[in-house]
């Protein structure tokens, strides 16, 4: 299977940034090996992140398209903007010569299915998780819901259409093959890796006395934020010099998270949201970094991509067991598996990251660099893909 024009299609809330984060640098690399990607993204982002997002992209070599993603009445607003937006996907179809589709989870998919027949476009699923059970588990949506049904049966109907299926661990495509009872020999685990050139020209040199506490990402209720910041807190107690920097765009969710947490003075953390290319600076100028997330049945399909970020630029890891590829971290030593225990957590970070500060920063990076590199992640979709 050979293809030369596929349309990324995908579902985005203002807060986050894996199109430009994750996806772009993967796509650029593509296209050197004679891919040509484009972005059709749905999103409720206000014009000012539209525009960015479409200068971004289009600096990279990616035409890029936004389609507006209807915000009322309950679920019916997104579902109907899915419903609507196959006539968008259409649309970048005939302008740009499509001739293959690869809709980014549940939503996308929907509208790729209500595109009818689709003729001789060859179809790449990412189903990158279980977007739907995700809410399940950390949103209150009920099992016996309508939405629930309706995107389970997109989820399935969808993987037994697609040409191929991309995941994110091996245990996705047991479950996913359990639902859709589709051919195993479609499914393919393709990497969240970064480009790791920003990483390496060393660490900065510091002067100031600040021990850092980093994290990055959204906070919604499966990050634990709670139980982040009273990790932290707990830390800033026996180290007075600690700083938690906080790198999100999901400021509702930190403030709800300090004000439950019963944080008064919050002079010591710092937030900000920063476009891409400057985090790896920002990361390589912290001391710690926190990957917590709750457990459930959702978490078997993710891959964080905190992880590749943290290892790059250095960072010891606080995080959870079983999500995501961490044995290796953990076995090196440069990942603390927290399970609850706040007991645990300052003894861990006293004997490894403050005694030994310089060769856990260095085994951290040389596991990033062996697991979570950009052409790892190219190489993993070049395979998936078929491109020669």
Known sequence: MKMSNCLFITWDGPQTSYLEGLFLPIFKELVSRGYQMHVLQFTWANADVVQRSKITCETAGIPYRSVPIWRKGGGAGPLLSAI???????????????DALMPRSLMPALAVLMMGSRRELALFFDADGFAVDERVDFRGLSKASPIYRIL?????????????VLVRTPRAIEILLDRS???????HVVGNGRDPAPFTNGWPKRIDEEFRVCYAGSLGAQYCPGEMIELVQKLRAEIPTLVFRVFTGDHANLDIALRQSGVADRSWIEVSRLPPDEMPAALMQCDLALALRHRAFSTQGVSPIKLGEYMLAGL?????????????LIDAGVMFPFDDDMLQVWPWVRDNVLNHQMAIREQAHAIGMAHFSLKASV?????????S
């Open 84 to 98: 609507a937006g196959s006539r968008e996907i259409w649309r970048a179809v005939r302008d740009w010569n499509i």
């Open 152 to 164: 389970r049966a997109v989820e399935a109907k969808t993987a037994r259409v697609a040409d191929r």
């Open 181 to 187: 009872k589709t051919d195993r020999a479609k499914f």
């Open 316 to 328: 010891p890891v606080i995080g959870t067991r079983g999500v995501g590829p961490v044995e290796t």
């Open 379 to 387: 190489d993993s979709y070049v395979s998936a893909l078929a491109v």
